[in-house]
């Protein structure tokens, strides 16, 4: 006479449990964890879809870009790490300091360039010509040059800005090159912005 082995225990697919299954196959302990595991498999499904779809927009959305979108993504990066780096500093022209509700001064922090995008364009993604700026300086007064350079010339140096007012070649960047102007700044961002919470973790 043979006889029948005894079913081994395994662990359910959905809760995790330790049990021994009836019939062949069979996953799960109970009906109730089949169907958890049935719903958890169309949520991942359903998930997969969503994300499969985000990244046909995606790339829908790039093939419609123009240059021009990836010029202001590009220079959206960059003022944003101009900020980030300066982050604590007065602003560039007038001294104004941060207040404890994120403002100063009435106004906001703008990334204000010394040599304005339309009069040296090929100075746009130079941060020693970008430097956090109050709104009242950077648009109100046209970025209060007079200032901006007083101040300018104690935090870099005579020889940069020498260099800054000096002549530069002409430069159009590719949609490549916007790319990677985006990826660098994005990056430099995030890493000023770790550097800046463990210091203040840690107290430096």
């Known amino acids: 006479m043979i006889l029948k082995a005894s079913p081994r225990p395994k662990k359910c697919r959905h809760c995790r449990q330790q049990f021994t299954p009836t019939r062949p196959l069979?996953?799960?302990?109970?009906?109730?964890?089949?169907?958890g595991l049935a719903?958890?498999?169309?949520?991942?499904?359903?998930?997969?879809?969503e994300k499969i779809e985000r990244r046909e927009?995606?790339?829908?959305r790039e093939r419609l870009k123009r240059r021009g979108d990836y010029?202001?993504?590009a220079q959206q990066a960059f003022n944003a790490y101009i900020r980030a780096r300066d982050e604590g500093l007065s602003c560039i022209s007038c001294d104004s300091t941060t207040t404890d509700d994120g403002l100063i001064t009435g106004s906001r922090w703008d990334a204000g360039h010394y040599r304005s995008v339309g009069a040296c364009p090929e100075l746009r993604f130079e941060p020693l010509n970008c430097h956090a700026q109050c709104v009242r300086c950077n648009r109100n007064l046209s970025?209060?040059?007079?200032?901006?350079?007083?101040?300018l010339l104690k935090r870099i140096g005579q020889d940069?800005?020498?260099w800054l007012e000096g002549s530069h070649e002409p430069r159009r960047w590719t949609i490549e090159e916007l790319m990677a102007i985006k990826a660098d700044f994005r990056a430099r961002g995030r890493a000023l912005k770790v550097e800046s919470s463990r210091a203040r973790t840690f107290g430096g």
Do not use: F, W
């Open 143 to 151: 970025g209060n040059a007079v200032e901006y350079r007083i101040r």
């Open 71 to 73: 010029m202001r993504e």
């Open 39 to 49: 719903k958890a498999k169309q949520e991942r499904e359903r998930k997969s879809l």
């Open 57 to 60: 927009i995606r790339t829908a």
């Open 160 to 162: 940069k800005v020498d």
């Open 26 to 35: 069979q996953i799960v302990c109970s009906p109730a964890c089949g169907l």
